[in-house]
């Protein structure tokens, strides 16, 4: 089983993904933690909690969640990217391993958030080595600017 949703992080200021069917995520985006993204920190997404008296309402995650029988051992990877270029220094990451890193984790925490199993969860950073644009466009480092997720048996 493993079926996965790229998702440029410069789209939106949270996370919206909805599933198909058990092993499809259709669609999503994620806010970008990157200092070359105008779009709200991706940071600030996870400091975004729910009061705890609030009605959570259920995320497609979750909801996918619960359509998967409790048998079957799986994880919703996320993956963070960044594009090529390199971190300047003094700003909050060291690299962009640390960038793509924390653009995975923040999307986590969201989800973890929004009612996600921990325990279904997973974070993985890829820097700047897996690009799906080569061309050195502005349009190009924002396609390599993103959030996959990937869902895959544990």
């Not at 993204?37 to 309402?57: D, F, G, L, V």
């Not at 986590?108 to 199993?117: A, C, M």
Request: proline content about 7%; glycine content about 4%.
């Amino acid at each position: 089983m493993s079926s996965s949703a790229t998702v440029p992080t410069s789209s939106a200021s949270c996370v919206r993904s909805s599933a198909t069917a058990p092993t499809s995520v259709s669609s999503a985006t994620a806010s970008c933690c990157s200092p070359r993204c105008s779009s709200t920190p991706a940071r600030q997404i996870s400091s975004r909690k729910a009061a705890p008296n609030s009605t959570r309402w259920p995320t497609p995650c979750s909801q996918l969640e619960k359509q998967i029988p409790t048998d079957i051992a799986w994880v919703l990877r996320v993956d963070g990217h960044t594009d090529v270029r390199p971190i300047s220094s003094g700003g909050a990451f060291k690299s962009n391993w640390d960038l793509s890193a924390a653009r995975a984790i923040s999307v986590v925490q969201y989800l973890i958030g929004r009612g996600v199993s921990p325990q279904r969860l997973v974070a993985a950073g890829f820097g700047e080595f897996q690009p799906i644009d080569l061309a050195k466009t502005e349009e190009a480092y924002q396609r390599n600017r993103r959030i996959e997720f990937k869902l895959t048996e544990r």
